[in-house]
């Protein structure tokens, strides 16, 4: 059954690419499944799995198979934005276990969320405290809230996703934060039901989060003795994943172990917020070789994937593994990915060092630089760990398509976004008359 080279579960890439063209997301329904388990598991290790809610946020993929996976395995939801519930309802979540966090929430996404019945909001400002007062006043509920609290703990990663520092946008700052609370209590359609915060993503050491926590916790205590009684604790996403074949991410029973400690003995209930651990590995982007050509000092593989699809590199300089589809991975990671005997594989050209670049009018647009590949022309790469923030941030710039998007379940292979069209394009634009 296995051809040759790189096998998502029981399916051959090549296949995938034969019948849906590249580039193409292929995410593994048991990579989701499995990171998923290892996030309750590392929760029932600490006797906290009955009373947390693991909430996926959206916004590191939200297609709606990836969203249907995780709501018929229990999970809520984070989202931050209106389009963002729209979505989660349509794939069959649960109103109920959503959070809904975000530093501009409009009018409109408010009371769409208090309208389907949201767990709660997770509030970041005076302001915003009390337009959502007015707004479920003008609806007639009292609105689920806890405060986005900023405990101003470096996080220790990129600037772009580092949210914790007192100079970030997000959250209340950690001083202001019991004063706010007094007033949300005082509101007439505001319910003070907890308190959260999000320190930043990509976090491999856990000692952040743990700080994170610590202060929190101080928190919580400082207001039940001024008689504000929290119900549940938010201590937010971002733990880390493995990009790079020769640095392994913690595994999230390590990871969490620090902050899962001093949650133990407490009695509140606890959300969490995962995007990119339960999505990151479970995903790969597709990509054929367009063309090989060899400037003045550098050789560039041109191939059908650009930064518009995958937008982590331009924005980051962030790597991701870059593995020729038909040849050896360099490390077998993603728990679906396997990879069958290479005897077969088609020979490959010389090995030397490649731009692994995109067809977009940028110098920004790589996806790799410096990678040691033997090439040719028409070859399929497989640029793995792009399961998180690669469709979800994928533009159309330079007009075009954004990718398809397939999901293995064992031999099956689900078409899950059907590639786009150009007409699709600017079907919504119009000539001056
Ligand atoms: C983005 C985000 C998350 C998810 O972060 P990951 O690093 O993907 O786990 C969770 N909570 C909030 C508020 C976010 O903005």
Same mark, same amino acid.
Request: net charge negative; charged share 20%.
């Given at each position: ?7 998502? &579960? ?6 995938? #690419? ?15 499944? #499995? ?9 029932? #290790? ?12 959206? +916004?590191?993929?939200? /297609? ?15 989202? $931050?934005?209106?389009? *963002? ?13 959503? $959070? ?5 929430? %409009? ?14 909001? /997770?509030? *970041? %400002? ?20 806890? @405060?986005? $609290? ?15 520092? +007192? ?42 989060? =743990? ?49 899962? &400690?001093? @949650? ?8 969490? *917020? ?14 054929? $070789? ?12 041109? !191939? ?57 009018? &940028? ?9 040691? @590949? #033997?090439? +040719? &022309? ?6 793995? %760990? ?7 941030? =994928?533009?159309?710039? /330079? ?13 099956? !292979? ?16 119009? @000539?001056?008359?």
């Amino acid at each position: 059954m296995h051809q040759d080279g790189l096998h998502v &579960e029981g399916v051959a890439l090549a296949d995938v #690419a034969a019948r849906f063209g590249t580039p193409c997301y292929v995410y593994s329904r048991a990579a989701l499944t #499995a990171a998923y388990a290892a996030y309750r598991d590392a929760l029932q #290790a600490h006797g906290l799995a009955d009373r947390s809610l693991i909430c996926y946020a959206v +916004k590191a993929n939200s /297609n709606l198979a990836i969203l249907n996976v995780f709501a018929r395995l229990g999970a809520g939801f984070d989202i $931050v934005s209106g389009g *963002e519930l729209a979505r989660v309802l349509a794939a069959g979540g649960a109103a109920d276990k959503i $959070v809904f966090s975000g530093v501009g929430k %409009s009018r409109a996404e408010m009371r769409a969320a208090l309208e389907a019945g949201i767990h709660c909001f /997770n509030v *970041e %400002s005076a302001s915003e405290l009390d337009q959502l007062s007015e707004v479920a006043g003008a609806v007639g509920r009292r609105a689920p809230v806890s @405060l986005r $609290v900023n405990p101003d703990v470096d996080a220790k990663t990129h600037p772009y996703i580092s949210t914790g520092l +007192k100079t970030a946008k997000f959250g209340v700052a950690f001083g202001d934060a019991f004063e706010l609370y007094r007033r949300a209590a005082a509101l007439p359609h505001i319910a003070v039901k907890g308190i959260d915060c999000h320190i930043g993503s990509q976090l491999l050491d856990p000692a952040p989060a =743990a700080e994170a926590a610590d202060k929190v916790l101080a928190l919580v205590d400082r207001l039940a003795a001024a008689g504000i009684a929290l119900e549940h604790i938010d201590l937010g996403g971002g733990m880390g994943i493995q990009y790079h074949a020769d640095e392994p991410a913690p595994a999230a029973s390590d990871y969490l172990a620090p902050m899962l &400690e001093k @949650l133990a003995a407490r009695r509140e209930k606890l959300v969490f *917020e995962p995007g990119r651990s339960l999505v990151g590995n479970a995903g790969l982007l597709l990509t054929r $070789v367009e063309v090989l050509k060899s400037g003045a000092e550098k050789h560039f593989a041109v !191939v059908d994937a650009a930064m518009n699809d995958l937008m982590r590199p331009a924005l980051y300089d962030a790597w991701h593994d870059i593995v020729r589809v038909g040849a050896c991975p360099p490390a077998k990671r993603n728990p679906g990915q396997t990879e069958s005997d290479t005897a077969t594989g088609t020979a490959a050209g010389t090995p030397m060092s490649y731009e692994i670049v995109g067809p977009v009018c &940028e110098s920004g647009d790589f996806l790799g630089h410096d990678r040691q @590949l #033997a090439l +040719k &022309e028409g070859d399929l790469l497989a640029i793995l %760990s792009a399961g998180a923030y690669g469709m979800s941030m =994928a533009s159309n710039y /330079n007009t075009r398509p954004r990718a398809a998007e397939v999901m293995i379940d064992g031999d099956a !292979v689900h078409l899950i976004r059907r590639r786009e069209e150009i007409p699709q394009l600017f079907a919504l634009e119009s @000539l001056l008359p």
